[in-house]
């Protein structure tokens, strides 16, 4: 009873949708109804947040069916199983897929996709539910957690959160969330809790009640990523927003019960062709500090949205001409600029939140910048700098941003060096902290996903590159079985903590690995056979804040 027994999360994604061949063309491959079926939801589940749903490419390159044939069968068998070093998978060698899928996706990719649903007010509004009124809620908070150093952690394949105890490292409570689960955001007040699955699944968790619930969900589009609240001063708590992959589109709902009030399509023109794209997807979302705006990074046509969110009758929005594929950021120190990475055209563009103006597009000298939210420190050379990590090389770039007190190098790309090596995703610190971690999430050597580097700030002055320290996280967790990967640094509300997570495959142990910010040395490990697939986690304070 209660709550959770009411909750049916909706599992329905893509890939569980009926679809139909499209119109046979002479010369295509022969796929049963049943072939076309799976191929969908493989595609959806392994190629669709690289290629697109409509497979005009964004990380990864377009499968269109103009050059799919002109590679041909063999071609695209041969790329599926072997991958390549430009960011590929190797879904054939690495075992995900077997060899008649394999064989599947390659006859799959040779004919047209289907053409995906859309997802406007009716379908929302059939979704939407509120399970426990706002006037039901508690009128303030009901249980003895540490909500500030609470950290919610994405257990990616359950389809679940764990919320954890920053401070005790207990498991307070594991709640359903949507498919495939991907980030957690938190409102201004920080009591309720957003999380967004890849299925468009809103669940709003308060964190006031004695055992932290979902009290209201939404499903918001057929793939997402992206969920943020209103955070300007007045607006508190008084709105949300979540951006979808499919629709292309995001909608803006309250903030206590998450009913919809806006959906916009971001389909439209490319920045700078002005040609028509029909699946510009919702990256990242932040809410401006300065303004009541949400700030929008739309990936294919390269353009970031400021939407004024006082009047959504009569809707604001600056457009801004950044750059192609945007895809993460943050915010600098001050919270003024918003960083953000338009990765695969190696680029960092920065807006003023204060101004909602374009300031700069950088290139950052490595191959697809992955910041996350990318990390604030004071370098002591350049000054106030903002750090991304890169997928495709092992490279560390440093923008600055400060262009009152150091104005020659601001939005410049003030330094570069070395860390473990390519695959990487995060990178962070915090303003209590001397160091800088960044992962390797995705390298294909085992060692080197298995660990993190960790530079000392004060020691990055002078010539030549910086050193760093290699944690061997993956054997502090003492996991041998399968190949883990540590994702994500996460420091607790203090700074003096960093949490990484182990990510082992669904059917095998992972673990969370809590190390001492000052000595660099282990703390806690955290087992639990609940904790499967543990990716991002977001620590309240941190994440409401935006302290990186
Ligand atoms: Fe993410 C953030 C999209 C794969 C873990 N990821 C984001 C954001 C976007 C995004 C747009 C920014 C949200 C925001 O700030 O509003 N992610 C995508 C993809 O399209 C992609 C590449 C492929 C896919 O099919 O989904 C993808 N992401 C992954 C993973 O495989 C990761 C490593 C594991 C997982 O849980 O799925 C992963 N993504 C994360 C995390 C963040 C994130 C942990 C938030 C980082 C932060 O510190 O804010």
Known sequence: TGPAAMYEPSMTTLGELQVEIPGRREGDPVM????????????????????????????????????????????????????????????????????EDVDLMARYLLLEPPAPPEWGMPEMMETWKVLIKPEDRPTKKMNDIDIENLMSVTLRDAGEIALIDGGTYEIRSIIKTGYA????????????????????????????????????SIKIGIEARSIETSKFEGWEDKLAIAGAYWPPQYVIMDGDTLEPKKIVSTRGMVYDEQT??????????????????????????????????????????TEIEAERFLHDGGLDSTHRYFITAANARNKLVVIDTKESKLVAITDTGGMTPHPGRGANFTHPTYGPVWASSHLGDESVALIGTD????PDQAWQIVDTFSALGGGSLFVKTHPNSEHLYVDATLNPDAET????????????????????????????????????????????????????????????????????DKTLELKKVIKDPRLITPTGKFNVYNTGKDVY
């Not at 947040?49 to 499968?63: D, I, Q």
């Not at 949205?305 to 959504?312: F, K, N, W």
């Not at 010539?463 to 054997?475: C, N, Q, R, S, W």
């Open 32 to 99: 049963t109804q049943e072939e076309f079926q799976r191929g969908t939801k493989i595609y959806f589940e392994r190629c669709a947040g690289c290629h697109g749903v409509l497979r005009k490419g964004a990380t990864g390159k377009a499968l269109t069916t103009d050059l799919t044939r002109e590679h041909g069968y063999e071609y695209l068998q041969s790329f599926i199983t072997y991958g390549s070093p430009a960011g590929m998978p190797n879904w054939g060698t690495s075992g995900d897929m077997s060899e």
């Open 181 to 216: 689960v991907h980030i957690s955001r938190i409102s201004a007040s920080g009591r309720y809790l957003m999380v967004i699955g890849r299925d468009g699944l809103v669940n709003m968790i308060d964190l006031w009640m004695e055992n932290p619930e979902t009290v209201a």
């Open 276 to 317: 028509y794209h029909p699946e510009p997807r919702v990256a990242a979302i932040l809410a401006s500090h300065y303004k009541p705006e949400f700030i929008i990074n739309v990936k294919e046509t390269g353009k970031i949205l400021m939407v004024d969110y006082t009047d959504l009758k009569n809707l604001k929005t």
């Open 403 to 406: 262009p009152e007190g150091h």
């Open 449 to 516: 996903s298995g660990s993190v580097a960790v530079f000392k700030i004060g020691d990055m002055a002078g010539e030549g590159e910086p050193d760093f320290t290699t944690l061997p996280l993956v054997e502090w967790a003492g996991i041998t079985d399968g190949q883990p990967r540590v994702v994500q640094p996460e420091f607790n509300k203090e700074g003096t903590e960093v949490w990484f997570s182990i990510w082992n495959a669904k059917d095998k142990e992972s673990a969370i690995v809590v190390v001492d």
